[in-house]
């Protein structure tokens, strides 16, 4: 552990990673460890789900977390969504404007030619590449983006097909109200039968039968009707497909971290979670565009698919967050809170905070500098502390660690955080929690006292 804080603090993260796995073999199942794991992953880019996915797995073992501690760490895998949504948007970006290039250069074609029992059958990709752009657009919830491209198809046949696709995305991906508003941009009824079915199978998904009932008698066909009365009377659909996930899915972080077979939910140990960039450019040698479009859109069915997972354990984390706090709401009432009777209330970011005076460090008068600092996941101001200040500093590091602690200055609380290392250096660092640059600045230029 010491190996692995050491090197990250020298900004390198891989060797910090490896030190954290090593400590993680050690001693299976301790928090901290999950925690600087996630830290040092999210530092490094690519890594932001399984960095997510750490952090998540810290949440979930460290069961006596402070609240506070808890709102923090699910705040930067928040963080971490938002850039992993950002690179998954670039990936498709290329593949929309690989899709586009190869529907271009077939002209008036429809695609290859393949020979079936001395038959001439037309593979028809100069649409299919484009559907599957928006279908993967949709899935990442970019709806309006992929009927965007739908809307460009000059082809009648084509554009169907585009919104069939993003309408099986919207349902499968749980955006029913956006699945059945695409469904009324179909121009006839007679197209919309395979598009209620998937309707029908989320809202099964979703335990509501009486909705399903409903949608189903809107289906004209036959077949999409037996499958969508088979899904109503077994809870499950007809053929299993892509968006048929087992309720486990959502149970164990680790075991995710841990996978790398990709044809296995959420392989968050495979190629594309460990460096994204590196891993395109690791194929994009002696590729006709359209093996090149294959590739990213496998890779991009791979990784929007885990983020979904992701993205939904993390909601469940909030979920449990929200629960843990109504208990505490509820003792306080009660009269029954720990906390209550034995600190002060300090008013920080918008709440109030109770601290035992023991955990509490008046910084006031006490520092040397304090400068911002640059790190693209953990933008912060780093204090300094005056030489005949940094033996009691380091004094209160180590009698609260493990403990939520809080930092004054001129009677103001400015920082709360759980203590996990001594603060031998004399030297304090406040990552942003959402803060602007300019917000760290004056920040800074406060505790300077400039």
Partial sequence: MNQGIAAARNGDYPLAIRYFEQARAIVAGEPDIYYN??????RVPGHELRAMAWLGAYLASAVDAPLTTRDAVLALMENLYVKDQANISRLLELLEEAAGQIFSSLGT???????????????????????????????????????????NFLRGEYKRNALIHIVEAQAGMGDIAGARQTTGLLVSTDDT????????????????????????????????????????????????????????AYDDWLAKLDESDRTHICPLKAAPFLGLSVYLRSFLDGKNSQELFDMLRDTADVLVMAQAIIHEMMMREVDQLRVLRSQEEDKTIAGESEAVPA????????????????RVFDITGKIKSADV?????????????????????????????????????????????VMRDPLNDGVLQITGGGKTMEELRRFASELSGK
């Fill in 37 to 42: 794991l996630g830290l040092a992953e999210s």
């Fill in 109 to 151: 074609g429809q695609g290859e030619e393949l020979s079936y029992q001395g038959d001439i059958l037309t593979r028809d990709k100069k649409g299919k590449n484009l559907c599957d752009a928006a279908r993967l657009w949709a899935e990442s919830g970019h709806s309006e983006l992929a009927i965007k491209i739908a809307n």
């Fill in 343 to 358: 600190g002060k209330e300090y008013a920080y970011q918008g709440r109030q905070v109770i601290l035992a005076s023991e």
């Fill in 373 to 417: 600092f640059y790190d693209p996941s953990f933008p912060g101001v780093r204090i300094t502390f005056q030489d005949d200040a940094k033996q009691a500093l380091k004094e209160f590091s180590e009698q609260n660690s493990g403990y939520e602690a809080g930092f004054i200055l001129n009677g103001r609380l400015v920082c709360v955080a």
């Fill in 193 to 248: 039968s395979w598009p209620y079915l998937s309707i029908v199978e989320a809202y099964v998904r979703n335990n509501d039968i009486e909705a399903a009932t409903k949608t189903r008698e809107l289906i004209k066909e036959a077949v999409p009707g037996q499958w969508a009365q088979h899904a109503i009377e077994n809870g499950r659909p007809m053929v299993p497909g892509r968006y048929t996930i087992p309720a486990d």
